[in-house]
């Protein structure tokens, strides 16, 4: 079992940044491919970013150039820098693991509320 914990949302004009934080509670921190999420009102839960271990990164069109995810295996910790931030990136923002080798090890985090808005 994965216990993840994000931090650090909260309301920002447009064009401004924010950065999330999530803290992973695992001795196998290396074995998942972390990545976020997010799910705005009405809308279903959709793939903002993922990294592996090794540090290879991948992101959303919608997202690219304006957002960084980061992670720290010391730490247990991942992390996305969100800059030009736009209205439409107002939801809820979760932390995902997901194992390498096996599929049904996945767990979420409790999501974190990102509002842009001026």
């Known amino acids: 079992q994965v216990q993840l914990v994000e931090s650090g949302g909260g309301l920002v004009q447009p064009g401004g940044s924010l950065r999330l934080s999530c803290a992973a509670s695992?001795?196998?921190?290396?074995?998942?491919?972390m990545g976020w999420y997010r799910q705005a009102p009405g809308n279903q839960r959709e793939w903002v970013a993922d990294m592996r271990s090794g540090g290879s990164a991948n992101y959303a069109d919608s997202v690219k150039g304006r957002f960084t995810i980061s992670r720290d295996g010391a730490k247990k910790a991942l992390y996305l820098q969100m800059n030009s931030l736009k209205p439409e990136d107002t939801a809820v923002y979760y932390c995902n693991a997901k194992h390498y080798y096996d599929s049904t090890l996945r767990y979420w985090g409790q999501g974190t509320q990102v509002t842009v808005s001026s």
């Open positions: 695992t001795n196998s921190f290396s074995s998942y491919i």
